[in-house]
């Protein structure tokens, strides 16, 4: 059912990310690629942060918003100088806000290879109970 | 409505009737272009490429991948880089909301500014950044020269 057909990779730029508010911090930022995914049970995203260690990285949920910050310091050392430039690094900024109730003691996130993964499984409604009506 | 046609596919050349249309494809295109201070050669992955007295390095930013998923070689003045990248499935009964990621085969040659010793071409992998370090030849290092 699933043709795998290998395609070449396209590069894509990075997105400067825009926000309402002014970064206190100096610096780019930018806005990551993720993937985004719901099951019954719980909602997944996963999003390309290269560079990113897990010290930098800050997940913060409150108020049915999501946000992740992930820091990468600067890989060039102090006596080198660019040839060529096409990426630039910086700060890894995005927001979401999450329309389903989300269990908050059972988030998981992973962090492998520059890409984080973060589980947020869902609050499990309670199941209706059904009334009897005795018939009299 | 009679014509001559010369072959299957009409070349209307620059004058076709999608002239316009052609123009504004050739402008978003050129958008990498149009941004301050530095331009992509349009192939993944993007790559930096910087220097110091001993080495040339080599950046590439490729998340998600191991080690082994990446084949580098190296000659003396050019190395490259390939591989393919694979987004992992999820399984039944998923539904996507976003599909930002991106998967597939990339291979990349570049060419370097000066001449390089390949066999002490060191690359190392770590977050998602790619990075290779190459010692450049003596004839490529740059020579103080004392006046007399």
Redesign the interface.
């Known amino acids: 059912m699933n043709q795998t057909e290998t395609r070449e990779l396209k590069p894509a730029e990075k997105r400067e990310a825009e926000l309402p508010a002014e970064q206190t911090k100096p610096g780019l930022l930018f806005t990551p690629a993720v993937d985004i995914f719901e099951t019954e049970k719980s909602l997944t995203i996963i999003a390309d942060l290269p560079g990113v260690k897990t010290e930098d990285l800050e997940i913060d949920l409150r108020k049915d918003t999501l946000t992740i910050i992930g820091d990468v310091k600067s890989p060039e050392s102090e006596g080198e100088s660019d040839i060529l430039r096409e990426f630039r690094t910086g700060r890894y900024l995005r927001r979401f806000s999450l329309s389903e109730v989300i269990n908050q003691k059972g988030i998981g996130a992973s962090l492998k290879d520059g890409v984080l993964r973060l589980e947020l499984p869902k609050v499990t409604k309670a199941v209706p109970r059904k009334i009897e009506v005795q018939a009299g | 409505m009679p014509g001559t046609r010369f072959s299957n596919y009409p070349d209307w050349g620059v004058w076709g009737p999608f002239r316009g249309l052609e123009r504004l494809r050739r402008a978003m295109g050129s958008?990498?272009a149009g941004?301050p201070?530095?331009?992509?050669?349009?192939?993944?992955?993007?790559?930096?490429?910087?220097?110091?007295?001993d080495n040339?390095?080599v950046?590439a930013?490729?998340?998600?991948?191991?080690a082994d998923q990446i084949d580098i070689t190296a000659t003396v003045d050019k190395v490259s880089i390939s591989g393919?990248?694979a987004?992992s499935e999820?399984g039944e009964?998923?539904?996507?909301?976003?599909?930002?990621?991106?998967?597939?085969?990339?291979?990349r040659m570049?060419g370097l500014?000066g001449s390089v010793d390949p066999d002490k071409v060191e690359a190392s992998f770590g977050?998602?950044?790619l990075?290779i370090k190459l010692p450049k030849s003596e004839a490529s290092k740059p020579k103080q020269i004392t006046v007399n």
Request: proline share 6%.
């Open positions: 958008v990498a941004s201070g530095y331009s992509t050669a349009g192939v993944f992955p993007l790559t930096n490429v910087s220097e110091d007295q040339y390095y950046r930013e490729l998340p998600g991948m191991t393919e990248r987004i999820e009964g998923v539904v996507y909301h976003r599909r930002e990621r991106d998967s597939g085969t990339f291979s570049i500014p977050n998602g950044m990075t």
